[in-house]
């Protein structure tokens, strides 16, 4: 519950503070999210490659279970 109010509180602050007219805050802000686009773009991109390799492994991993399953299946009869 406390996390929830903190949260709450700290989005409101952050829409109060870029408003132009409380505490002229929105070019800094902008200048901000200029500046940190590109490195957060590059991170989320090379998360998105690590999750993508370990799907294809998982696949790949997958595959080579059912065909032992079934090559177990197959000289159980």
Request: aromatic share 10%.
């Given at each position: 519950m406390v996390?929830?109010?903190?949260?709450?509180?700290?989005?409101?602050?952050?829409?109060i503070?870029?408003?132009?007219?409380?505490?002229?805050?929105?070019?800094?802000?902008?200048?901000?999210?200029?500046?940190?686009?590109?490195?957060?773009?590059?991170?989320?991109?090379?998360?998105?490659?690590?999750?993508g390799?370990?799907?294809?492994?998982?696949?790949?991993?997958?595959?080579?279970?059912?065909?032992?399953?079934?090559?177990?299946?197959?000289?159980?009869?």
């Amino acid at each position: 519950m406390v996390a929830l109010i903190v949260g709450l509180l700290l989005i409101a602050f952050t829409v109060i503070a870029a408003l132009p007219s409380v505490l002229g805050w929105g070019p800094e802000i902008l200048l901000f999210l200029k500046g940190f686009l590109p490195f957060f773009t590059a991170f989320v991109g090379l998360i998105a490659l690590f999750i993508g390799v370990a799907d294809i492994k998982d696949k790949n991993e997958a595959k080579k279970e059912e065909a032992a399953s079934k090559m177990q299946e197959s000289q159980a009869e």
